[in-house]
């Protein structure tokens, strides 16, 4: 694993498009800037289940009796609000009537500028739903649910409550760790708009990228494996396929980089405001 550190030179990712030799960039990345699907931001105003449910852990108490049932009934709640019927929901884009994001689940909605296809997208968050549930003992697919949203099964929700609460504990103990192991870092790709300003997807990491904000960390390293720059649109490779118009990525960039969900979202959204 080839990692540039970042972190005491320039911190920006375009910087690692020049590094020729490595294949991920380590940064320090401020926490407000970070992005988690499908499109929440991290911060102190986070919608993202991930956030809210590692922040009234922190607030009801990591060691108390009956936490982990409280966790239930927020999970519970967002899985039950959170329900799109297929990609496009997850996107949030009107497409034309005869896009292949219609008939397809939300975890095939493949961001425009990454070069997967929409069947190797898909089918990469298949294998991760079996690998991300074996790690807790638990022999699951991605019929019994996607972590980012509903429908999911009772078992799947106790695996959501049991993976936020270890990473709670684990980082309030012993600090926001990290090493240069394949899995040693939060993954993330680097979105760059007109101005040269940056924000962080996640897409790998998100339990103990949320944790750590729950617990008041301003920022945290990530690895950066991927750089997309707004004006370069016309490159992307599902621009170039007609996956996306122009416009609709653009307005896909635009949303995740202010850190908006998308409408499938809002129902939820009114209902943190009263957590």
């Known amino acids: 694993m080839s990692i540039i550190d970042l972190r005491k030179t320039t911190n920006h990712p375009i910087s690692f498009l020049y590094s020729e030799i490595f294949n991920n960039a380590l940064l320090d990345s401020r926490i407000a800037y970070g992005r988690s699907?499908?499109?929440f931001s991290l911060d102190?105003?986070?919608n993202s289940i991930f956030?809210?449910?590692?922040?009234?852990?922190?607030?009801?108490?990591l060691q108390k009796k009956g936490i982990e049932e409280y966790l239930k009934s927020i999970y519970s709640k967002y899985y039950e609000l959170v329900v799109p019927h297929n990609a496009a929901d997850w996107l949030g884009l009107d497409f034309s009537k005869n896009s292949v994001f219609y008939s397809e689940?939300?975890?095939s909605a493949v961001f425009p500028w990454r070069a997967r296809s929409v069947e190797s997208y898909k089918n990469a968050y298949v294998k991760?739903?079996?690998?991300?549930?074996?790690?807790?003992?638990?022999?699951l697919t991605i019929k019994d649910g996607w972590l980012f949203c509903g429908p999911v099964s009772a078992e799947k929700l106790e695996i959501e409550v049991e993976r936020i609460l270890y990473v709670l504990r684990s980082i309030q103990k012993n600090g926001y760790q990290r090493d240069s192991s394949s899995d040693g870092d939060a993954k993330a790709t680097a979105l760059v708009n007109t101005d040269g300003?940056?924000?962080?997807?996640?897409?790998?990491?998100?339990?103990?990228a949320s944790a750590a904000a729950a617990l008041g960390y301003d920022s945290i390293p990530i690895r950066v494996n991927l750089v997309i720059i707004r004006d370069q649109v016309k490159f992307w490779p599902h621009v170039v396929n007609n996956n996306f118009s122009i416009e609709e990525a653009l307005t896909f960039f635009d949303r995740v980089f202010s850190g908006n969900g998308p409408e499938i979202t809002k129902n939820w959204e009114k209902f943190v405001q009263g957590l």
């Not at 956030?51 to 108490?61: C, M, N, S, T």
């Not at 991760?128 to 022999?139: D, F, P, R, S, Y």
């Open 128 to 139: 991760a739903a079996i690998k991300e549930n074996e790690v807790l003992g638990k022999n």
């Open 105 to 107: 689940p939300p975890w």
């Open 197 to 208: 300003d940056w924000r962080w997807l996640l897409t790998a990491g998100n339990h103990r």
């Open 44 to 46: 102190k105003n986070s």
């Open 51 to 61: 956030v809210i449910a590692a922040k009234k852990a922190v607030e009801f108490g």
């Open 37 to 39: 699907q499908p499109g």
